[in-house]
């Protein structure tokens, strides 16, 4: 069962710091906004994802469970 | 204990409530300015984004343990008839009503923005961001209600203290109402003119107000308070 | 339509070979002014049957004769009618029936031509894929601009008998914003929001109007199944290409006699097209296939173009909602680009901050370019911002106006390099033909076979 990571576009306004806390899957634009990768995630990195989901402060980073 | 206390001058919780509630005071200050710092997305390599908004959320709930020590020390004073309803509900107690009772309201707005920070996952975002506007009103409520019933409010250090952080949350809510200059002219023109009114007031108010004469027996003290009030007292020089 | 039969699950019969393969199928005896009544309607086309399942748990039988039928959607995504209905009959709640002919494209009229021209046409479809999937609201949107689709389909409304058990139906009219009449938009309208599309999942057949599943078509695809019920879908495959059946609505506009909408069936030439609508004025720069979010295509290729996705693919185009853009050489292609990446851009509702800043930024570079102020640079930074503003918003805004103008500057890359060195041309002061607002032109015509 794997994990991945995504963005809500509307809800986020570019804080930034979900690349702080996930730059194994999430860089900045040019204008602050996340570009993500989305590839699976596991083990320690869920749980940085996890943390950066939590540190978001408008909830647009999104932990995700792959849909069978 | 307290009976020993009180015979040899003002209790301990009397020092605590008025050390508490100025470290309370600071303390929501430096939320504000973290709080500002934290939505203008001001960060250096040192200072990461998450850091700011972690330490903004720990202030905050920090001031709020201060808060709730103030609190409960004033109530435990027996000096003034402070109960533990007055925290809560304001303008009912005897001990200068208007004056408390704004902290009172400070607290409850306190309290609302606390317990839905604390539950934000559960709540939507939307209604979660307009309660959080009420920091910004619960700030100059708490200064008047500390100017209006501090009994320290004429001492240079406590003075000093108040006006720095009224500096800094003065610097706050212009560096908060520049960005994003000019949409939504009305609401910031509105933000930065009730903030000069404020100040404007507090100008004007204070030195006839709570740094004039009398200010204990205007402000609401309980009468039996302010006459005859203990000898032990004069001996340690406090102001009442 | 108070007897309607039920549809059986056995086809009808085929009528003869001639009447079944010609055109017009849906503008047939299609009014010059005003709507056609429901009198006319009935003469026409015949009674409607039921498509309510004859058995309550059962699927309705028009389902699987759409699905033979292979009816993709019209409102641009060509997404298969059939699986859509399944998507929402399988989600839990009592469905709703959206009708979508909020036709926020400029250069798109073959929505309000139906609703207001022939607007029982699209209310016989709503109604079946109400039956079939058994939901009791019917919502027909137009665009605010649209006044006399409006006025016609509630007239419509008015003038069909109420029967017992059937959907309540009701008209909403949506902004007419370019981005309004996409689905999570027109939902959100619809719940009492903005219309801006929200984020998905859950989608719109698995919650949308009030968190029921919901089914938006366009107007063009219900108008579709009215007619699949009728004659069965053997009878609809008579056109078309095999992948692509039956006949479909385009909207010509540019240098040609008579613009405006036109029924064809899948695979006809563009030619015909063109000769149908009397030949072209003046020498075509270009064609614009699809609507603003499509592909430009060489004037040069235009004799041997066939209008179907499997002959556009290799152009990197798609018949989409079926806008069929002419650009004459008398135009600007590059000022006309710039001008159309300025009003796209414009058009996001701005609540993805890629869109926001990519937009603008890429609207800009075309801009200079335009102008001849761009930087050296410029053609790498339009790759650059593409790559960064596809697939980064809620909706699929920003990857069409990408699409647009790297196709633009494919197509029309002589010009572009001459505006980046010496600036705008005479060609750029030539009247603006690209639609922004909503035009109208003449009265749509019944057209015969399109070959």
Known sequence: MSHRVRVNPIMCEAHGMCAELLPERITLDEWGYPMIDSEPLSGTLLDHARRAAQACPTFALLVERERP | ?240 | MSNAPSLMAAEPALPEPDVAASLPRLLTGIPGHGAMSLDEHLSIHGLAPSARPRRRREESPLIARIERAGLRGRGGASFPTARKLRAVASSRGRPVVVVNAAEGEPASLKDRTLTHSLPHLVLDGGELAAQALGAEELIVCVCESALASAESVEAAIAERPRQRGAAQVRLVVVPDHYVAGQESALVNYLNGGSAKPTFTPPMPFEQGVRRRPTLINNAETLAHIALIARHGSQWFRRLGTAPQPGSTLVTLSGPVPHPGVYEIEHGCSLSSLLGAAGGTTAGVSAVLLGGYAGTWIDGELLRGLTLSDEHLAPHGAAVGAGVVLLLSEAACPVAETARVAQWLAGQSTRQCGPCVNGLDALAGTVKEIAGGVAQANATQRIARLAALVRRRGACGHPDGTVNFILSALETFAPAFADHARHGPCDACMHPAELPLGVSAPGAPRERGRVR
């Open chain 2, 1 to 240: 204990m307290t009976a020993t206390l009180a015979s040899a001058g003002p209790s301990v919780y009397w020092y605590l409530t008025r050390s508490t509630g100025a470290v309370a005071l600071l303390l929501l200050t430096f939320a504000i300015v973290l709080g500002v710092v934290d939505v203008r997305r001001w960060s250096t390599p040192q200072w990461p984004r998450f850091i700011i908004d972690s330490l903004h959320r720990n202030v905050s709930l920090l001031a709020m343990v201060f808060l709730v020590l103030h609190i409960v020390t004033s109530v435990l004073d027996s000096f003034a008839p402070i109960s533990l309803l007055d925290a809560f509900i304001p303008f009912a107690g005897s001990y200068r009503p208007f004056w408390l009772g704004l902290g009172a309201v400070s607290f409850d707005l306190l309290l609302a923005v606390t317990i839905t920070s604390l539950l934000r996952q559960r709540m939507g975002y939307a209604s979660w961001r307009a309660i959080h506007w009420l920091t910004y009103a619960s700030w100059p409520i708490a200064l008047l209600h500390g100017f209006g019933t501090g009994s320290d409010v004429k001492s240079g250090w406590l003075l000093a203290l108040s006006i720095g952080c009224l500096a800094l949350v003065l610097a706050s809510v212009v560096a908060r109402a520049l960005a994003g200059w000019p949409e939504n002219l009305g609401r910031r023109g509105t933000a930065l003119a009730g903030t000069g009114g404020f100040s404007l007031f507090l100008l004007l108010w204070l030195p006839g107000g709570p740094l004039g004469s009398e200010w204990a027996r205007r402000s609401g003290t309980p009468p039996s308070l302010i006459a005859g009030s203990h000898s032990a007292k004069k001996s340690t020089g406090s102001h009442r």
